[in-house]
């Protein structure tokens, strides 16, 4: 019922019920705030439990995704809103929630994603004078960075987990489990 | 304008984040100093940046960081069985929500289907997880009030609770109990008689704690009244837990949308309705008494015998189908969640954990901090049982 009449007003798509208590949706860029803030005022989703990204390196995009609870219905409600990886810009939902902003600090700083007029947004949230690739981005090499940063110390060597315990479990097939 | 009624006007409306007016931090007026990373009454690294007029608090900026580890990033580059050994340690009080949603997304995802018994003894360990935690925030609470005694009380006594999880899980701290399918062990012989034997002590104490320390005239005259949350502040902040209870709100996932066995087991959800810090103390108190409650109930409805793990592939050929789920329990601080998103490979793709912390410790400690006096906000702090390692992850 919900649904229909968000898909007929806001056009959105890719409506999956993950489980019994959660439905997961998706709505275009410059309609996301709308949305959003008519599931609060009059859908009764009143309650923001995260806002959190996932980088579709292979698309080119972010998917920024709103997860909203319902007390009323005992419902979770995640909206995905795709935005561009190049340039990433969305409308601030501050006005909305109080803790919005902090979470919108963290993107900022994990991704580089721009949240125009969220307050305190380009203060800096974990990471103090950091001047690399936002490090939760898909291409950030958490190796090379470590690498280069910290050196290599003597006597430490890690090992594939997988090509370890074949060897440790099958040393007569050469490592062959069949 | 006035200090007072630039206090004023912050509080009334729960969406203003800057003062009216900067302060003119050259007058002399003001003093800034700094509480934290590393203090006795922070429960745990974060630090507090402190503006003061005389010893009332003016402004209050937090900073996060000091324990950050990029959790969410490792776990993107490493096999689904070796995020085991790193989601516990995201909330080191509490490790055990981690382990139980980290496994329960996988198999949301993977349609895996648990034996009855491993829901019945991860309902065990997460309500011993949530009175070893409670334990730990009482001494912390009552230490923060100088009343020193309570936290070698509690702290003996968590030690008690972590006895019975070395015997049940191998670890004192970090379990890594609860993997996907079950559970790894079912109780060692003889673990009820011992574990309701640790209950008795640990209710007894209880009933000394709320002597000493609850009806205690100092911890009383300082709780009382000191950081109050006004019902606009509930869903505007996102506040859950005790932290919303102490407010008269009832909500408890495990009563709405119960998971594991919780809707077998009888508990009323309890509230208070002081909304400051004394009440919220109160709601956690009786929420240890009701885990230990829950325990009993758990030892004594528990099949003592079939299986504890479903029949799994090795876990070294783990795949999780591609998918995307957020579950969430009931944690001593309000909704715990996780966040995962897979796309059928053996590395999970993104998981995002929702601690309550992150709420509560940035904006609504910054928020509740202006107008408190120096002296109080170690206890405001700890009244809001906030997990640092869980914000930065």
Same mark, same amino acid.
């Given at each position: 019922?919900?649904?229909?009449?968000?898909?007929?007003?806001?056009?959105?798509?890719?409506?999956?019920?993950?489980?019994?208590?959660?439905?997961?949706?998706?709505?275009?860029?410059?309609?996301?705030?709308?949305?959003?803030?008519?599931?609060?005022?009059?859908?009764?989703?009143?309650?923001?439990?995260?806002?959190?990204?996932?980088?579709?390196?292979?698309?080119?995009?972010?998917?920024?995704?709103?997860?909203?609870?319902?007390?009323?219905?005992?419902?979770?409600?995640?909206?995905?809103?795709?935005?561009?990886?190049?340039?990433?810009?969305?409308?601030?939902?501050?006005?909305?929630?109080?803790?919005?902003?902090?979470?919108?600090?963290?993107?900022?700083?994990?991704?580089?994603?721009?949240?125009?007029?969220?307050?305190?947004?380009?203060?800096?949230?974990?990471?103090?004078?950091?001047?690399?690739?936002?490090?939760?981005?898909?291409?950030?090499?958490?190796?090379?960075?470590?690498?280069?940063?910290?050196?290599?110390?003597?006597?430490?060597?890690?090992?594939?987990?997988?090509?370890?315990?074949?060897?440790?479990?099958?040393?007569?097939?050469?490592?062959?489990?069949? | 304008?006035?200090?007072?009624?630039?206090?004023?006007?912050?509080?009334?409306?729960?969406?203003?984040?800057?003062?009216?007016?900067?302060?003119?931090?050259?007058?002399?007026?003001?003093?800034?100093?700094?509480?934290?990373?590393?203090?006795?009454?922070?429960?745990?690294?974060?630090?507090?940046?402190?503006?003061?007029?005389?010893?009332?608090?003016?402004?209050?900026?937090?900073?996060?960081?000091?324990?950050?580890? $990029?959790?969410?990033?490792?776990?993107? /580059?490493?096999?689904?069985?070796? *995020?085991? =050994?790193?989601? %516990? +340690?995201?909330? &080191?009080?509490?490790?055990?929500?981690?382990?139980?949603?980290?496994?329960?997304?996988?198999?949301?995802?993977?349609?895996?289907?648990?034996?009855?018994?491993?829901?019945?003894?991860?309902?065990?360990?997460?309500?011993?997880?949530?009175?070893?935690?409670?334990?730990?925030?009482? $001494?912390?609470?009552?230490?923060?009030? /100088?009343?020193?005694?309570?936290? *070698?009380? =509690?702290?003996? %006594? +968590?030690?008690? &609770?972590?006895?019975?999880?070395?015997?049940?899980?191998?670890?004192?701290?970090?379990?890594?109990?609860?993997?996907?399918?079950?559970?790894?062990?079912?109780?060692?012989?003889?673990?009820?008689?011992?574990?309701?034997?640790?209950?008795?002590?640990?209710?007894?104490?209880?009933?000394?704690?709320?002597?000493?320390?609850?009806?205690?005239?100092?911890?009383?005259?300082?709780?009382?009244?000191?950081?109050?949350?006004?019902?606009?502040?509930?869903?505007?902040?996102?506040?859950?837990?005790?932290?919303?209870?102490?407010?008269?709100?009832?909500?408890?996932?495990?009563?709405?949308?119960?998971?594991?066995?919780?809707?077998?087991?009888?508990?009323?959800?309890?509230?208070?309705?002081?909304?400051?810090?004394?009440?919220?103390?109160?709601?956690?108190?009786?929420?240890?008494?009701?885990?230990?409650?829950?325990?009993?109930?758990?030892?004594?409805?528990?099949?003592?015998?079939?299986?504890?793990?479903?029949?799994?592939?090795?876990?070294?050929?783990?795949?999780?189908?591609?998918?995307?789920?957020?579950?969430?329990?009931?944690?001593?601080?309000?909704?715990?969640?996780?966040?995962?998103?897979?796309?059928?490979?053996?590395?999970?793709?993104?998981?995002?954990?929702?601690?309550?912390?992150?709420?509560?410790?940035?904006?609504?400690?910054?928020?509740?901090?202006?107008?408190?006096?120096?002296?109080?906000?170690?206890?405001?702090?700890?009244?809001?049982?906030?997990?640092?390692?869980?914000?930065?992850?």
């Amino acid at each position: 019922m919900l649904l229909e009449r968000l898909t007929k007003e806001f056009g959105i798509t890719d409506i999956v019920e993950r489980h019994a208590r959660m439905t997961t949706i998706k709505v275009d860029k410059d309609k996301g705030e709308r949305l959003i803030r008519e599931l609060r005022d009059r859908e009764g989703y009143v309650h923001l439990s995260f806002v959190a990204c996932v980088d579709y390196i292979e698309r080119g995009v972010f998917s920024i995704i709103y997860m909203l609870h319902s007390y009323d219905e005992k419902k979770d409600l995640g909206i995905h809103i795709e935005v561009d990886r190049e340039n990433p810009e969305m409308t601030s939902i501050h006005t909305l929630w109080a803790q919005a902003w902090t979470y919108q600090r963290e993107l900022r700083e994990m991704y580089g994603i721009n949240f125009p007029g969220s307050p305190r947004v380009d203060e800096e949230f974990c990471l103090e004078g950091w001047d690399q690739m936002p490090p939760m981005r898909r291409d950030f090499d958490t190796r090379k960075y470590s690498d280069e940063q910290f050196g290599h110390r003597e006597g430490r060597a890690s090992e594939d987990p997988r090509e370890h315990m074949k060897a440790k479990l099958y040393p007569n097939r050469g490592g062959d489990e069949q | 304008m006035t200090l007072s009624e630039q206090q004023f006007s912050r509080n009334a409306d729960p969406f203003n984040y800057e003062l009216p007016e900067p302060l003119d931090m050259a007058s002399g007026k003001y003093v800034k100093i700094w509480q934290g990373p590393q203090h006795p009454g922070i429960t745990g690294n974060m630090s507090l940046e402190l503006t003061l007029d005389g010893d009332t608090i003016v402004d209050c900026k937090t900073h996060v960081g000091y324990l950050h580890r $990029g959790f969410e990033k490792l776990m993107e /580059g490493r096999t689904f069985i070796q *995020n085991f =050994t790193v989601v %516990c +340690r995201i909330a &080191v009080p509490e490790p055990a929500f981690n382990e139980y949603l980290y496994a329960k997304a996988i198999e949301d995802i993977s349609g895996l289907e648990v034996p009855e018994r491993a829901d019945w003894l991860r309902t065990l360990n997460l309500e011993m997880m949530r009175l070893a935690s409670f334990m730990m925030w009482i $001494g912390g609470m009552s230490g923060t009030f /100088g009343l020193y005694t309570v936290p *070698n009380w =509690t702290i003996a %006594c +968590r030690d008690y &609770v972590l006895d019975l999880f070395e015997e049940m899980t191998g670890g004192r701290i970090y379990h890594m109990y609860m993997v996907p399918g079950g559970v790894r062990a079912p109780l060692p012989e003889g673990f009820a008689e011992r574990a309701i034997k640790v209950m008795d002590i640990a209710d007894k104490l209880i009933n000394q704690i709320e002597k000493v320390m609850f009806n205690n005239a100092v911890f009383k005259a300082r709780a009382k009244g000191l950081g109050v949350i006004t019902p606009d502040l509930i869903d505007a902040y996102g506040i859950v837990g005790p932290n919303a209870r102490g407010c008269g709100i009832k909500r408890d996932l495990r009563k709405d949308e119960p998971y594991l066995l919780y809707d077998q087991l009888d508990f009323d959800v309890i509230t208070a309705t002081g909304s400051d810090a004394y009440d919220r103390g109160l709601v956690r108190l009786e929420e240890t008494r009701q885990s230990i409650d829950l325990i009993r109930q758990c030892l004594k409805n528990m099949p003592t015998d079939g299986a504890f793990q479903a029949d799994m592939p090795n876990v070294l050929h783990w795949k999780v189908p591609a998918g995307e789920t957020y579950v969430k329990a009931e944690c001593t601080r309000g909704e715990y969640g996780y966040y995962m998103v897979t796309d059928g490979t053996e590395y999970v793709r993104r998981i995002h954990v929702r601690g309550p912390s992150y709420t509560h410790a940035i904006s609504l400690m910054e928020r509740l901090a202006v107008g408190t006096n120096i002296a109080d906000i170690a206890g405001l702090m700890v009244s809001l049982h906030t997990y640092p390692p869980e914000i930065e992850r």
